[in-house]
């Protein structure tokens, strides 16, 4: 299992140092050897493409992806057109994660429709692999999208386009993960719910489709703390990341697991007890770690300094557990 970084809304930081500091962060991660860095689309937050663009100016060997962008607010012209600029710019080390999202930010926020959201997630997957063909010309016609549309933005000769995962919760999308995309990137998935519900289907949809194996990128909160404030650990990823309460999605991915909310996902404990809870995502079939982590501490200066702890011990387990 690769290690790898997950961010998050950068809450903690003034919008006017953002960008800087998603370039510092970026470099950071390389420097401790981690093997990937994904950035969320968080609503009303900085774009995750154009993270991921200056992201990959600042570094020159780390994996970087997004978790997720959602495809409803990109026609899928549009995203290829801004996802193989982005790979051009992060020189062939960018993989697009994407997902149907969910229908409190697609219907409630947004106020696009959301339906059928696998048949679109096919339908989209259809346009954006012909985009990533390289032929100069896209040219798919299919339930969703008419597309006439040239397309001149990488040469494949010298860049390969990136590699698509999807955030692939319930058999149909598994389906679509494993047979049109190079896997899945996970949220709110515990070890039971990877290895019998996930991988299996993964698998068994690549292997019809005669792909590689895929890769399960699963996002999995971690805090360094000791044995006795593990319960306040996951009460506080509770509050902060807990929703699944908000989404069918999610609630259905739990019912295929042990785990109740994002509390009972999260790798939390002294160094000992996150390696256990590691391996075990390792052993479920979890290719890559995407480790979001959750400071800890009651005011600024004591967060920082929980934050330098935790990722400077999973530094310690790059780039495989």
């Not at 429709?113 to 989209?124: F, G």
């Not at 389906?175 to 519900?197: K, N, P, Y």
């Not at 019912?255 to 590691?278: C, F, K, P, T």
């Amino acid at each position: 299992m690769r290690i790898g970084t997950m961010i998050g809304s950068d809450r903690d930081r003034p919008a006017r140092d953002r960008a800087a500091n998603l370039a510092a962060d970026a470099r950071q991660a390389e420097e401790l050897g981690f093997t990937s860095m994904w950035v969320p689309q968080v609503p009303g937050y900085f774009d995750a493409l154009t993270a991921v663009t200056l992201m990959g100016q600042a570094t020159s060997r780390i994996e970087l992806g997004t978790a997720v962008v959602p495809i409803q607010t990109r026609h899928p012209v549009a995203m290829a057109q801004q996802v193989l600029s982005t790979q051009a710019a992060c020189g062939g080390r960018f993989t697009l994660g994407l997902g149907p999202s969910h229908h409190w930010i697609v219907t409630e926020q947004l106020g696009l429709p959301y339906e059928r959201p696998a048949r679109l997630v096919r339908d989209y997957l259809e346009v954006l692999n012909a985009a990533f063909a390289g032929a100069g010309r896209v040219d798919v016609e299919n339930d969703s999208y008419r597309v006439h549309s040239p397309l001149d933005v990488l040469d494949p000769a010298a860049t390969a386009p990136p590699s698509i995962l999807l955030a692939a919760l319930a058999p149909v999308m598994l389906g679509l993960a494993g047979g049109q995309a190079s896997g899945t990137i996970l949220w709110m998935a515990d070890e039971r719910a990877i290895a019998d519900h996930v991988a299996p289907r993964l698998a068994k949809a690549a292997e019809a489709a005669g792909r590689p194996a895929p890769r399960i990128v699963a996002g999995v909160p971690v805090a360094l703390c000791a044995p006795g404030e593990v319960d306040a650990a996951r009460e506080h990823a509770e509050q902060t990341l807990g929703h699944a309460e908000l989404s069918p999605n999610y609630l259905r991915l739990l019912e295929q697991g042990d785990a109740r909310g994002i509390g009972d996902v999260m790798a939390a404990g002294d160094e000992a007890a996150i390696l256990d809870r590691l391996r075990r995502y390792r052993d479920a079939g979890v290719t890559d770690l995407g480790a979001r982590v959750i400071p800890l501490g009651a005011d600024l200066a004591a967060r920082v300094e929980s934050r330098r702890r935790t990722t400077e011990f999973l530094a310690t387990l790059c780039p495989m557990l």
